[in-house]
């Protein structure tokens, strides 16, 4: 409303949101109070904004986001098969498609260890024609192949190893009925297996076959792609020994020259004397 006898009339009219449709009226009252009335419908254009406001990608990190950048490259670990993708569009009347499925956020499965998956959120401006794509490509690595060991040893025993020396012989006394092996894996992901004589090993130690022969004992390293390489240590006890000599051989009281050739003695004793103490050492320590 303005006073009677201005020309012109002006107000500022709040229009609504892009799309929408104002209407205006305007009364024109006479000096008799006669009246005009008129109607100005003012109508704001729909949106073309169809750039995102944030872009987010789980479980790993996405740096550097930026509206005007539409192409964005991450890499995930071999284990990670699956990502959730998360977007908002800049106008929340814009939609939002990921990968054709219109969602704000969606749970993407990946190809496979070692392949790239694209993925495509589309955002569609109010006004239905301006589009903008945004492209992430997801490299999920490929599976490790190191089936190398980084250490191998051998209790009793010695493993003089080399990462590139797959067999090993070791020489154990006859007396020996166990062994443990340890082993550790240059990449932490692959798997150990310990094995004897084909069969694998669930605790330690390891029981060897008789003496006089050898026992082969293998470990297994399995890399992340299923290749396996086989470390094998042959354990050899050693045979039974055929010395049944004496090494020493005493009495107290009491005194005898010992001659291993020897194999009768006789020794004299006072007659208060009515217990004595023998003792002796056999040459091989098996024995």
């Known amino acids: 409303t303005v006073p009677a006898?201005?020309?012109?009339?002006?107000?500022?009219?709040?229009?609504?949101?892009?799309?929408?449709?104002?209407k205006v009226p305007i009364t024109i009252t006479g000096p008799k109070g006669g009246k005009s009335n008129y109607l100005v419908t003012i109508n704001r254009g729909a949106s073309d904004n169809a750039f995102l406001a944030s872009l987010s990608i789980s479980p790993v990190n996405l740096k550097d986001f930026k509206p005007s950048?539409?192409?964005?490259?991450?890499?995930?670990?071999?284990?990670?098969?699956?990502?959730?993708?998360?977007?908002?569009?800049?106008?929340?009347?814009?939609?939002?498609?990921?990968?054709?499925?219109?969602?704000?956020?969606?749970?993407?499965?990946?190809?496979?260890?070692?392949?790239?998956?694209?993925?495509?959120?589309?955002?569609?401006?109010?006004?239905?024609?301006?589009?903008?794509?945004y492209i992430i490509r997801v490299k999920q690595?490929?599976?490790?192949?190191?089936?190398?060991?980084?250490?191998?040893?051998?209790?009793?025993?010695?493993?003089?190893?080399?990462v590139n020396q797959p067999k090993y012989d070791i020489n154990v006394a006859s007396g020996v009925g166990t062994v443990t092996v340890s082993a550790t894996q240059e990449d932490p992901t692959a798997k150990i297996a310990i094995l004897r004589s084909g069969t694998t090993i669930t605790s330690q130690p390891i029981t060897l076959l008789g003496p006089g022969d050898t026992t082969p004992i293998t470990v297994r390293v399995t890399a992340d792609n299923g290749k396996s390489q086989d470390y094998t240590i042959n354990v050899k006890r050693a045979a039974l020994n055929g010395n049944t000599d004496l090494k020493s051989l005493s009495v107290s009281p009491g005194s005898l020259s010992f001659n291993r050739a020897d194999l009768d003695y006789n020794v004299n004793l006072l007659s208060d004397v009515t217990r004595v103490r023998i003792t002796a050492a056999p040459d091989d320590s098996n024995a």
């Open 5 to 22: 006898g201005t020309a012109v009339g002006e107000a500022t009219v709040q229009l609504g949101g892009t799309g929408s449709a104002t």
């Open 69 to 133: 950048n539409t192409l964005y490259e991450v890499s995930v670990p071999s284990s990670t098969n699956i990502v959730t993708l998360t977007g908002k569009p800049q106008d929340t009347n814009a939609t939002m498609t990921i990968n054709g499925v219109q969602t704000n956020s969606q749970t993407i499965t990946l190809l496979g260890p070692g392949q790239t998956t694209p993925i495509t959120v589309r955002v569609t401006a109010q006004d239905g024609k301006s589009q903008q794509d």
């Open 141 to 162: 690595a490929a599976l490790d192949g190191n089936n190398n060991l980084k250490s191998l040893s051998i209790s009793p025993g010695k493993v003089d190893f080399k």
